[in-house]
């Protein structure tokens, strides 16, 4: 897909993306929800302090989404992150990670009960959205929610909703 679409009906969909600048020693995470017609649920920017790798950083990014979802009691998820490689790993097409082999394991811990949730890839150009909530400034060891969308997610927010 290189363009975002929007979830089945009675289902929202969460888009997430990371941001990691190699040497600094933080990375950031930016989360969208969505409905079937494309509207704004929910957004989410996440700083956190460590240098990570990309791969760590987007397989926290997309645990993050599955906690998020869980704790707004949210049911029928489908999540999309643009790392093929964490995808890949939280389905079980690839296993050998071990630099992020926890964080797997409480994905795998968390969605056992949760067949309500899948997690698929989606090219970049699907996940405008959250790229752009990735880098909206936030400090360390924090996060914003918000419940109507930040102004520097409105002209891509709006273009994907005309496409639905």
């Keep these: 897909m290189d363009k975002w ?18 040497g600094l020693s933080w990375f950031s995470c930016g989360l969208i929800i969505q409905d079937h017609e494309g509207r704004f649920i929910r957004a989410r920017t996440r700083k956190d302090a460590g240098g990570v790798s990309v ?3 987007e397989a ?18 489908d999540i999309e992150s643009d790392s093929k490689n964490s995808v890949h790993a939280i389905n079980k097409i690839v296993e050998n ?15 056992e009960d949760r067949r309500d949730i899948s997690i698929s890839f989606v090219k970049k150009q699907a996940n405008k959205v959250a790229h752009i909530l990735a880098r ?21 927010l709006v273009s994907e909703s005309l496409m639905v």
Aim: charged letters at 20%; aromatic letters at 10%; one cysteine or more.
């Design 97 to 111: 990670y071990l630099e992020v082999g926890v964080v797997f394991e409480e994905y795998r811990r968390l969605l």
């Design 5 to 22: 679409h929007p979830p089945r009906a009675g289902r929202v969909k969460i888009n997430v993306d990371t941001h990691v600048i190699v």
């Design 60 to 77: 926290r990014g997309v645990l993050e989404a599955i906690r998020w979802a869980i704790s707004l009691g949210l049911y029928g998820v």
């Design 136 to 156: 909206v400034p936030c400090e360390i060891n924090c996060f914003s929610d918000f419940i109507t969308p930040p102004q520097s997610v409105l002209e891509p």
């Design 55 to 57: 791969v760590e950083a």
